[in-house]
């Protein structure tokens, strides 16, 4: 387990794909912010505004990044970067815990 | 939206009922703690240890709270309390997202 500290936590929760993906905003102190999410089996593409690094703390998942023509796995434990105004798909297979990290500089 | 301040978030999810039920800690400055979860659509039975305040912030539910007989809907932006040591069903209609309370005096 770790933990952020001294956060700021948005209560209300970001809901997609009909509740298939959840997700929570943390916001740091220096105003960076970040999402703890959870997604639920399935195919999901999503679009990026700023560049986001994933972090899976838990879960199966594949992942499709711009520009790539093959599916790579991901697993527990390790992090994928997506560019800014970008799309990724993801394929979902167990239960996904992830940190994701916006970087807006 | 509303926020909580200044306080410590769990990164990891705690999980229940293979994902349909996930939520993630809050820990206030004062050692008091919270959870933020979601439920999907389903019914489950939750034990509780401490007591808690069960504060709906979206979703369609109704619950059966220990001692009672008759089902009782529960509408977002609306509480409902259990007491400790108990157990309370809950049947959730439409995706739920919620703020728990735990009473640790």
Redesign the interface.
């Known amino acids: 387990?770790?933990?952020?500290?001294?956060?700021?936590?948005?209560?209300?929760?970001n809901?997609y794909f009909?509740?298939a993906v959840?997700s929570?905003k943390?916001?740091f102190a220096d105003g960076s912010y970040k999402t703890?999410g959870?997604m639920?089996p399935g195919d999901y593409e999503f679009g990026t505004e700023a560049a986001e690094i994933m972090e899976m703390?838990?879960g199966e998942v594949e992942v499709l990044l711009p520009g790539e023509t093959e599916w790579k796995a991901i697993p527990a434990g390790e992090s994928f970067e997506v560019p800014a105004n970008s799309k990724f798909g993801i394929k979902v297979k167990t239960?996904a815990?992830y940190?994701c990290t916006y970087i807006t500089e």
Not at 1 to 13: G, L, Y
């Open positions: 387990m770790s933990e952020f500290n001294n956060v700021t936590i948005v209560r209300e929760a809901v009909d509740g959840t929570r943390v916001v703890l959870i639920m703390m838990a239960i815990d940190c």
